[in-house]
């Protein structure tokens, strides 16, 4: 059965340094997400991605966060310089359209800021 | 802005027994997913539920949707230990926008 996939399972980063997550999605998907949930807490959306550009974002996600999908199968969120808060676990999500389709989760990365 | 609202935040029940999480939204929507998080894993989808009235069944779990009443309910008939996880209602607030909007989530155990 396809699968959202990413990587790494778990990071640990050092505050203020940049880290960068990935996920492959479900291969003839055209819509992409990345949610983020902190420990204890509900999901938040963070932003979603169509047509190699953002199409909707959250307030969460401001300049230091930033999405790619630099090749046919990669989609990356690269934060720039990480702080203690954004330790929590990212999740990529990927629907075939946008409308009345589901989205299917990735495992999810744990960030740990330290 | 959408919200999206579930009760109880904690339950914990009994093998055998019946009861319900409730999720009620802010505003109109056609489209709500009920998932499952068992402790530092990723959310499985158990059901999507897209019209008023909608009503759904896996096993022991139900879930429908009253969309007069943004109300969607996911009924647990005698419970088992194996359906101990936290579970979540989303909800995708207008046509043709793309973002889950997530309640608090629900963490159910189950005793045996």
């Known amino acids: 059965e396809p699968e959202v996939t990413q990587t790494p399972s778990h990071q640990v980063t050092q505050m203020g340094q940049e880290v960068i997550l990935r996920c492959v999605p479900i291969?003839?998907?055209?819509?992409f997400y990345w949610y983020r949930q902190i420990l204890g807490q509900k999901v938040e959306f963070l932003v979603s991605f169509y047509n190699n550009e953002i199409s909707e974002k959250s307030e969460i996600f401001d300049d230091q966060f930033s999405v790619e999908r630099p090749d046919g199968s990669n989609f990356t969120l690269k934060i720039r310089s990480t702080k203690l808060e954004d330790s929590a676990m990212y999740f990529c999500?990927?629907?075939?359209?946008?409308?009345?389709?589901?989205?299917?989760f990735g495992q999810g990365t744990r960030l740990t800021v330290v | 802005e959408l919200k999206v609202e579930q009760n109880p935040l904690f339950l914990s029940m009994q093998e055998g027994k019946n009861y319900t999480i409730y999720c009620n939204y802010s505003?109109?929507?056609?489209?709500l997913y009920w998932y499952r998080q068992d402790p530092g894993k990723s959310l499985e989808s158990l059901f999507v539920l897209l019209s008023n009235g909608a009503v759904k069944q896996e096993g022991r779990l139900m879930a429908s949707l009253d969309t007069k009443a943004r109300l969607s309910t996911l009924h647990i008939t005698a419970a088992v230990h194996d359906l101990s996880a936290t579970y979540f209602c989303a909800v995708v607030g207008i046509q043709g926008a793309q973002k889950l909007v997530f309640g608090q989530g629900t963490r159910l155990t189950i005793n045996p």
């Open positions: 291969s003839n998907h055209l819509y």
């Open positions: 505003t109109t929507s056609d489209r």
């Open positions: 999500a990927s629907s075939q359209d946008s409308w009345n389709t589901e989205a299917f």
